[in-house]
């Protein structure tokens, strides 16, 4: 039982450069989210999905884009990236109900140059 | 929507003294309020979390305090050690059960433990 995974843990992008980030997650939750964490901002929400096949726009969705094709599956695609966009990116999982909890994986290291 | 402010943003404690660190919501809506504990390289992880019928919780060490009223609640670390040393983010759900549950997070207290 992996938990919550993501892949890559770190990479270094030049600008204008494309990648995919995917966080998966053996729990069989419902909910997922993907956040980024810059220093003395916490933790924003940039997209996050209630199912398979849905996605939708967090506080800070501009130039990411999502997919949740499988259900243990969230990816975040930069489709042309920015300095801007160098964070450090995590995934969050949740179970429908009445649980609250998330349950985060362990970031992706992101550079973009 | 939501906004949640966080104080102090640094904290430095002698070993075995308590911690208290504040946040402040806007949302009246909001009812579930969580708090994570981030080590360096990892993901924050829950630690203690309150809802607002409550107005306090304990887990051993950690208690946290919920003032409805004024939209204020507060995490008490006592007799702290030198594994409390981290960054600690309150939060607040926007919406309750019957959305997403988006968590809206403070922007965080980085606790140190002085030996």
């Known amino acids: 039982n992996a938990g919550v995974t993501q892949t890559p843990k770190f990479r270094v992008l030049k600008t204008g450069q494309s990648m995919t980030l995917l966080c998966a997650q053996d729990?069989?939750?419902?909910?997922m989210y993907w956040y980024r964490q810059d220093p003395g901002m916490g933790l924003r929400l940039i997209h996050y999905?209630?199912?398979?096949?849905?996605?939708a726009k967090g506080e800070v969705p501009d130039g990411y884009n999502v997919s949740r094709l499988k259900k243990q599956n969230f990816l975040l695609g930069l489709e042309s990236a920015a300095p801007s966009q160098t964070s450090v990116y995590f995934c969050?999982?949740?179970?429908?109900?009445?649980?609250?909890?998330?349950?985060f994986g362990p970031g992706t290291r992101l550079t973009v140059l | 929507g939501e906004n949640v402010e966080q104080h102090p943003s640094t904290l430095s404690v002698q070993e075995g003294d308590s911690a208290v660190i504040k946040c402040t919501y806007s949302?009246?809506?909001?009812?579930?309020f969580p708090w994570y504990k981030q080590e360096l390289g990892k993901g924050p992880q829950l630690i203690i979390d309150?809802?607002?019928?409550?107005g306090e919780k304990k887990d051993q060490r950690i208690a946290v305090t919920l003032n409805k009223t004024a939209k204020h609640f507060s995490l008490h670390i006592t007799e702290t050690q030198p594994e409390d040393s981290a960054v600690y983010f309150c939060?607040?759900?926007?919406?309750?059960?019957?959305?997403?549950?988006?968590?809206?997070f403070g922007s965080g207290t980085r606790l140190s433990i002085r030996p």
């Open positions: 309150i809802r607002s019928n409550v």
């Open positions: 999905s209630v199912g398979e096949g849905t996605t």
């Open positions: 729990m069989n939750h419902e909910y």
């Open positions: 969050a999982t949740r179970t429908a109900g009445l649980s609250d909890t998330q349950y």
């Open positions: 949302d009246s809506a909001s009812n579930y």
């Open positions: 939060a607040a759900i926007e919406g309750g059960y019957s959305s997403a549950s988006k968590i809206i």
